[in-house]
T-cell receptor
């Protein structure tokens, strides 16, 4: 069935610190995962993705970790900047093109 | 290049009126998706177009909702006899490989915020 990423609703982080955003999913058959960032008044923006045969993937200032055993993902943002303030969603993909994600985590960066 | 564009950015309407929302996908993208995002909630799939294939309408919440895609490019989502529960942000996305790979990245437009009074 459809797997929706579940997040803690808010995260406050000091500028320059590292951020860790966590996401739990329910369907063990999910084999592809995407992180999106959504700034106020804008559509979701692709950040990074990871396949289920990997447990870590790195991008520019971001790292995604996948633990299939406990059905958990995390997105780590290094040296968080004010422009990182947004809502972050993880989208587990269940061999289907239909994206589905929950309410996400609102990240607020403190100066 | 240009991203996905949507119009209008905001639409306020009265209950019972019809509305049309427009989406211009990224040039060359063969797949187009409509989603709905309610305040503080997640993303809800509505409809999917790919090339000349019959659209996947499985996410449309009622027969008041319909969508067209003309010439394999621009799409219009129509909501008839709008209700207050239709208030949401309607997002359009497009992708290059028509859903053939689940890793086909969907690029979203800015959305249309619909408010039904």
């Amino acid at each position: 069935g459809e797997s929706v990423g579940l997040h803690l609703p808010t995260l406050s982080v000091q500028e320059g610190d590292n951020s860790i955003i966590n996401c739990a999913y329910s369907n063990s058959a999910s084999d592809y995962f995407i992180w999106y960032k959504q700034e106020s008044g804008k559509g979701p923006q692709f950040i990074i993705d990871i396949r289920s045969n990997m447990d870590k993937r790195q991008g520019q200032r971001v790292t995604v970790l996948l633990n299939k055993t406990v059905k958990h993902l995390s997105l780590q943002i290094a040296a968080t900047q004010p422009g990182d303030s947004a809502v972050y969603f993880c989208a587990p993909v269940d061999n289907d093109y239909k994206l589905s994600f929950g309410a996400g985590t609102t990240v607020t960066v403190r100066a | 290049g240009a991203g996905v564009s949507q119009s209008p950015s905001n639409k306020v309407t009265e209950k019972g009126k019809d509305v049309e929302l427009r989406c211009d996908p990224i040039s060359g993208h063969t797949a187009l998706y409509w989603y709905r995002q309610s305040l503080g909630q997640g993303l809800e799939f509505l409809i999917y177009f790919q090339g000349n294939s019959a659209p996947d309408k499985s996410g449309l919440p009622s027969d008041r909702f319909s969508a067209e895609r003309t010439g394999g490019s621009v799409s219009t989502l129509t909501i008839q006899r709008t209700q207050q529960e239709d208030s949401a942000v309607y997002l359009c996305a497009s992708s290059l490989f028509a859903g053939g790979a689940i890793t086909d990245t969907q690029y979203f437009g800015p959305g249309t915020r619909l408010t039904v009074l």
